[in-house]
């Protein structure tokens, strides 16, 4: 890998890592968003006994995979009721998003737990290395 791709690499984390900070995903408790930067190259889809092995989840938690959109949804579209607080939050999201669509392919949406639930939306940069975001949803 020349340095340049190595540069164009961390700039991408940096960047993303730049870009959600501060922002808190909303569910029953608002919680940070950290960036998943594996260096696995498998190839996609990131399955889900891969995926336990990545997060030290055993068999018995549940995991999930659901389209990536999902990851999204509760923080891009827009309800009525929604304040300004909301409605810049979903700009900063939509931000990330387009961040995230144009540095990554194979995305996909995991979801480990049952009422405390790891959220990772991940894909593969360029080299095939798999990046993206976690978070913590309360769904009780």
Same mark, same amino acid.
């Given at each position: 890998m020349s340095e340049n791709e190595q540069n164009s690499e961390k700039n991408f984390v940096e960047i993303l890592t730049n870009s959600v900070s501060g922002l808190l995903f909303p569910s029953e408790s608002d919680e940070k968003i950290k960036v998943i930067d594996w260096q696995a190259d498998n190839p996609a889809? *990131?399955? /889900?006994?891969? *995926? !336990?092995?990545?997060?030290?989840v055993p068999p018995s938690v549940r995991v999930e995979v659901l389209p990536w959109e999902r990851f999204f949804e509760p923080v891009i579209d827009e309800k009525e009721w929604w304040s300004d607080f909301e409605? /810049? !939050?979903?700009?900063?999201f939509f931000k990330v998003k387009e961040l995230i669509l144009a540095n990554l392919t194979n995305l996909e949406y995991l979801r480990a737990g049952r009422i405390e639930i790891e959220a990772y939306l991940i894909g593969q940069d360029k080299e095939g290395k798999w990046k993206g975001l976690k978070t913590l949803l309360i769904e009780s």
């Open positions: 889809p *990131f399955d /889900t006994i891969l *995926f !336990r092995k990545y997060i030290g409605k /810049t !939050r979903a700009e900063s």
